[in-house]
């Protein structure tokens, strides 16, 4: 394995923590850490189950938020525009009324991960349907809808870093949990 000097997806977080993953990873303790925590990757596997899911979540959360007009997994996401997921609404006019179509597009790197990380980053691009900028009151949405949200994402954080230096994943179709 080699070492990186500033893992980029713990930018932000404290140096004493971003080290301290940094030795989990060097001494080979994160997988299993991650492991013991997520044990199996999820079921959602199509775009059709993955709107399926964003809905549910959705009207648990944001009923009167507006329509999704589509969810999918997308796999030059992460690759092109190093982002996880994405959400978009787009204005159009028809006839005499302004319509808005709203898309959330998930890295498809996420087919292959525990149920609580696709939660993460669900609950984080259905909270930016209410709230467009990264605020205090974003996240505080983010933590309505799930309460361990800085916990997941902390931890998908370190599994990111982890895989950008192994490009060994810990999660496959083999091992699917039914989602609840």
Same mark, same amino acid.
């Given at each position: ?14 140096? +004493? $923590?971003?080290?301290? &993953? ?6 080979? !303790?994160?997988?299993?850490?991650? #492991?013991? /925590? ?10 059709? +189950? $993955?709107?399926?899911? &964003? ?6 959360? !944001?009923?009167?938020?507006?329509? #999704?007009? /589509? ?110």
């Amino acid at each position: 394995m080699r070492a990186k000097s500033t893992p980029s997806y713990l930018a932000g977080y404290p140096v +004493a $923590l971003t080290e301290q &993953v940094q030795q989990l990873i060097e001494q080979d !303790l994160l997988p299993n850490m991650l #492991l013991q /925590k997520y044990p199996h990757a999820h079921a959602v596997r199509s775009d059709k +189950a $993955l709107y399926h899911y &964003v809905l549910t979540v959705k009207d648990i959360y !944001l009923r009167n938020a507006g329509q #999704l007009s /589509k969810v999918a997994f997308d796999g030059k996401l992460h690759v092109i525009q190093h982002a996880l997921g994405t959400h978009t609404r787009i204005s159009r006019v028809q006839g005499t009324k302004l319509r808005a179509k709203r898309e959330i597009r998930i890295a498809e790197l996420f087919k292959e991960m525990p149920l609580e990380f696709l939660r993460m980053i669900v609950v984080h691009e259905l909270a930016h349907i209410k709230e467009h900028e990264h605020n205090k009151a974003f996240y505080q949405l983010c933590r309505h809808m799930e309460p361990d949200y800085h916990q997941l994402e902390f931890d998908l954080r370190a599994y990111l870093t982890y895989l950008e230096i192994t490009n060994q994943p810990l999660w496959f179709a083999a091992s699917v949990d039914a989602v609840p």
